[in-house]
DNA sequence: CGTTCAATTGATCAGCGTCAAACTAGGTGG
DNA sequence: CCACCTAGTTTGACGCTGATCAATTGAACG
């Protein structure tokens, strides 16, 4: 593993505040791979044994059921995945897959639970990410159950130009497939759902996305704190 | 704060495991309330002052946006609600609202953290309550993106027959208006989902549900543990 | 330059929400 | 004890949202 690599992990929040011989032994123990695009890393109802973090690429979360499946989260560099699961040893709730061709790092959950044990400033670290997950489920949850479709698409295009430029000029970062499975509709469907916001300014062409009044598309999206904004 | 009650709140997993005397310290500062019905006891946006544990009656947990609203969950004795909350000291993302006359303890959320934070087993149990809270709401996200109205019905009954007697006889706990929200559908049409259980031999008069024949009902409601089982 | 897969478009349909009205049950007061 | 009130529930009619199916366009890549 790359020095800049362990650096980057060490600077996440989860592992900041640790001992550092604490996070020197998690990362000696650490695995790093990298994955073609399409990889399926873990199972739904499997075991977890490893802890993972993304720190190249990008990996869907998806759940399936009966036939059907749906997109549950998109991770990005340098993020954890499934840490619940990983402290709780219980079996995942989600699958993941590479996106594109990514950079993973598996720490054994076996000890990172050791060390969650003997290493409280880690311990409270957890707490904190678990927190921030449970909250971003419910925020999710709650724009679903809430919102029609337009108005998801409104309020992620809302939150994708804060997060970037904020000027309005931004590129999905995502299949609009994908998109659409994460927020909840049809890849149709999204198609619509674009076409009927272009009375409030917006373009997507390809993948750039153009507002052309934000303050337009907010009276529309009515964006909110306690749904839209993932440091509330 | 009669003993029995202080027994009921150290015997739940979150405060089991902590030292005596910090659990002392915190019961010590703890206010208790009894409230009629339908009393809002936190709103979402607010700062989240008190953790809360319902230790009789019910409460509902719901959240609302642009004039509609949704149950997120239904809490019964004896369990607490807005763990995360208070240990980001965040503002509430859901409110909450007493459904029958309840008994609530409030614990200041400040002297929580502090707890947590000298105390390693409550910080390990806290823990385990975030996992545990965070993968009910994937649970309850996966059902709503994956199943339709119908299927989560089948499901829910499914789910409330296992906890109760298993015999497929038993009662909705809850007013079928407040079901019908916290599954994701109206009133109405939780009428019609009913209705068209019956070839499935569900039977529901008044609160009263019976299931004739359970393998029946589950060939279509297809449970499966990783969105029904709670300890999965 | 053809293959492949995503994205779009149109037509159709099912699921579910909305609205209005009738029906119930539990509680209150005469 | 009964009439009445209120609020939840059910039913029917209707319409909208969004899914499905099928066909076409578009774009990336070997």
Redesign the interface.
Known sequence: MKSSEIQEIRSLELFSEMEGHNFDRLMRGAYIQNFPPQIELIT??ETSDFLHIVVAGNVELF????R???T?AIVRPVSTFI???T??D?????SARTLEKSRVVLLRSQEVRDI??ID?AF??S???E??????A??????D????TSI?RLANYLLRQNGYTSGTGEFDLKVEKRLLASYL?MTPENLSRAIKSLQPYGVKIDGSHVSIQDISDLETLA?P????DDPY?
């Open positions: 739904e109802g759940a399936a059921w009966n059907r499946d749906t549950m840490l619940a699961a402290i709780k219980a079996p995942y709730l989600m969650f044990d409280n311990a409270r957890v707490v904190n678990l927190a921030q997950c449970y909250r489920v419910v925020k999710s949850s709650k679903i159950k809430l919102r108005e909840g009515k909110t704190p306690s749904i509330h």
